[in-house]
């Protein structure tokens, strides 16, 4: 690419501090772009990893249901009608609801919003082993699992309970225990969750009506065709309820947050603004070096040199930035995503997809700079210059 003599690397190397400076501010704006996307992505992951492990083909929930975060109840006999349908096999209730829990470390006492799951144990609707293992449990007054990967404000639970402890606390002035541990993670809805069984569950919402629930969950037998199960529903059912197959009901919950929130729309505006800072940070770089060296390429112009010659140079000294300084901002974010992990608790992962858009727009980032400051260069003289 850079050809017998290697014009674009020696450029750019003469100046050492310049070249440094060139690498920190991409690397600087690869690190904001990957930060974005990070926790879009993390965003929309967390806030589906509840569906995802729910063991279901078809849920029934209210029509003015949105997101987890803004179930609306309705009448379990909508749940009972659906086992009129062909190719059913089973239904499960699931009841949800945010509740005031008490950190039981005696040096803090705080309180915390938890998310409360309610199903009957004797059915199996979570695709979680640990849940499976402790259902038993949980048919006892009282007695709750807790999920280990909700955020430290809640407390050493975990801690708690692998050294052997009784771990006891209160959820809206219901006193519990914790009976067992299991994994969902937290989500930018709920910072933390806990499963337990439906008596429990309205033993702790003593305002809720058993029977009127927040999910149907539908399970069919095998070979059934579910599609089919689901638009006989939606001809059948009433209008107050509402069907939807298992990626109706994901595409829902994500659909909620990339369009009715200005979650989405924040995130990637701060990619737009790290694009543009980098398009600003190259572009210096670049129109200084074209203009420090302009008597030479105005010698090289009145040689004979064209206009595209100049324009390959400046694109190439554009790829090499765009390369070099990719690298450093990748590790950095790599490192910082691990950190958020850990702290948030929030499935935050350097993904291929996002390496590989980054890598696109840093690329375009310095070719367009290239491109804006390379006309300097086209307009220039040799007569003038001289």
């Not at 440094?20 to 904001?32: P, Q, S």
């Not at 309970?161 to 002035?173: L, P, Q, R």
């Not at 701060?270 to 572009?283: E, K, Q, R």
Request: proline share 4%.
């Amino acid at each position: 690419m850079l050809g017998k003599i290697p014009l674009p690397w020696l450029q750019l190397t003469r100046e050492k501090t310049r070249l440094l400076v060139a690498i920190a501010g991409i690397g600087f704006a690869d690190l904001l772009m990957f930060m974005q996307f990070g926790f879009r992505d993390a965003l929309f992951e967390s806030a589906i990893t509840f569906h995802a492990k729910i063991d279901g083909d078809i849920f029934l929930i209210s029509p003015q249901s949105t997101a987890l975060i803004a179930m609306k109840s309705f009448p379990q006999r909508r749940l009972y009608q659906a086992l009129a349908f062909e190719g059913v096999e089973s239904i499960s209730p699931l009841y949800l609801g945010f509740g005031l829990w008490k950190n039981p470390d005696p040096a803090k006492r705080n309180t915390r919003q938890i998310m409360v799951i309610g199903f009957d144990p004797s059915q199996h609707i979570f695709d979680l082993p640990t849940v499976t293992e402790n259902q038993d449990k949980i048919k006892y007054s009282d007695i709750i699992l807790f999920d280990d990967a909700s955020r430290v404000e809640f407390g050493p639970i975990k801690e708690y309970f692998t050294e052997g402890k009784v771990v006891e606390t209160e959820i809206d002035n219901r006193r519990v225990k914790v009976g067992g541990l299991f994994t969902l993670g937290a989500s930018f809805g709920a910072d933390g969750n806990i499963i337990t069984s439906d008596l429990n569950f309205l033993r702790i919402f003593r305002r809720r009506q058993k029977g009127i629930i927040d999910v149907g969950i539908i399970k069919v037998k095998p070979g059934t065709d579910v599609q089919k199960v689901v638009n006989q529903m939606k001809a059948s059912l009433p209008n107050d309820i509402k069907v939807l197959s298992r990626d109706e009901f994901v595409g829902q919950e994500r659909k909620y947050w990339e369009e009715s929130t200005a979650i989405g729309f924040i995130f990637n505006l701060g990619a737009l603004m790290g694009f543009i800072v980098g398009i600003v940070i190259v572009y210096q770089i670049l129109y200084t070096d074209v203009s420090d060296h302009l008597p030479e390429y105005a010698t090289l112009k009145a040689m004979g040199y064209q206009d595209f010659y100049f324009l390959g140079v400046v694109f190439q000294e554009a790829i090499i930035l765009a390369i070099i300084g990719y690298l450093p901002g990748f590790a950095i974010s790599t490192v910082i995503y691990n950190l958020a992990r850990a702290g948030t608790s929030l499935p935050m992962y350097m993904t291929v997809s996002n390496a590989v858009l980054v890598l696109i727009l840093t690329f375009v980032m310095c070719c367009a700079s290239g491109a804006v400051a390379v006309r300097k260069l086209s307009a220039a003289d040799p007569a003038d210059i001289f």
